[in-house]
């Protein structure tokens, strides 16, 4: 059964910066589309970056372009979430998605068929 693991998440002031991983696990991992989403209280699930299978295609969601970068290591099975500038806006549980879905990195949750768990990010000053 295909496991992603998020973990990195904690409180970070306004400004401040902090790196997501989500470590993969039963699955060939350098097959997969993998995706960053994130979702607030009472907002709906927001894409915020995703690379593709082999990390030639990467995109971002508007609010965090410039701010964010995400990353893969497929000899780790894992992919990252660096962030930067981080602003109280920014707070939410963010999750890890992989999809075998080749093209362009997708925006839509739906073409994720693999979650994790999710990681809490909390910004505040």
């Known amino acids: 059964q295909v496991q992603l693991v998020e973990s990195g998440g904690r409180w970070v002031q306004t400004g401040g910066s902090l790196r997501l991983s989500c470590a993969a696990s039963?699955?060939?991992?350098?097959?997969?589309?993998m995706a960053w989403f994130r979702q607030a209280p009472g907002k709906e699930r927001e894409f915020v970056a995703g690379?593709?299978?082999?990390?030639?295609?990467?995109d971002y969601g508007d609010s965090v372009k410039g701010r964010f970068t995400v990353s893969r290591d497929d000899a780790k099975n894992a992919a990252y979430l660096q962030m930067n500038t981080l602003k109280p806006e920014d707070t939410a549980v963010y999750y890890c998605?992989?999809?075998?879905?080749?093209?362009?990195?997708?925006?839509?949750?739906?073409?994720?068929?693999?979650w994790g768990q999710g990681t809490q990010v909390t910004v505040s000053s």
């Open positions: 998605a992989a999809t075998l879905r080749k093209g362009f990195v997708s925006p839509n949750g739906r073409d994720y068929g693999h």
């Open positions: 039963q699955l060939t991992f350098k097959l997969y589309t």
């Open positions: 690379i593709s299978w082999n990390g030639g295609n990467t």
